[in-house]
């Protein structure tokens, strides 16, 4: 069974930093994409990055270009977000998903199969 397990939400002050993890299980990293997704309030779901899990070809969102890094730990089957220089337009609940169809560099939700429940990150000023 396909699992995705979201941690490292929290509070953090306008400027600060946060490192989110997705620990996936029930496959190994191979040729497929993990993605970070974010829903704030009343909004729609937006892609933010999404990482080859292969060779690590990475991309991001322009809202998050340069404050953001993604990348993966293949030992641990888990992936990264390094969030840096947070913005309150950050806040959100931020999820990880998983297309196990391959690397095809999208961040549309409609191409992930497997979700986790998501990690609350507030960004206050």
């Known amino acids: 069974e396909v699992q995705l397990v979201e941690s490292g939400g929290g509070l953090v002050q306008v400027g600060g930093s946060l490192r989110l993890s997705c620990a996936a299980s029930g496959f190994t990293f191979g040729d497929h994409s993990i993605g970070w997704f974010r829903q704030a309030p009343g909004k729609e779901r937006e892609g933010v990055s999404s990482i080859s899990t292969s060779d690590g070809m990475t991309v991001y969102a322009n809202s998050v270009m340069d404050r953001f890094t993604i990348s993966r730990d293949v030992a641990k089957n888990t992936v990264y977000l390094q969030m840096n220089s947070l913005k309150p337009e950050d806040t959100a609940i931020y999820y990880c998903?998983?297309?196990?169809?391959?690397?095809?560099?999208?961040?549309?939700?409609?191409?992930?199969?497997?979700w986790g429940q998501g990690t609350q990150v507030t960004v206050s000023s």
């Open positions: 998903a998983a297309d196990l169809a391959g690397w095809g560099g999208s961040l549309r939700s409609a191409h992930y199969d497997y």
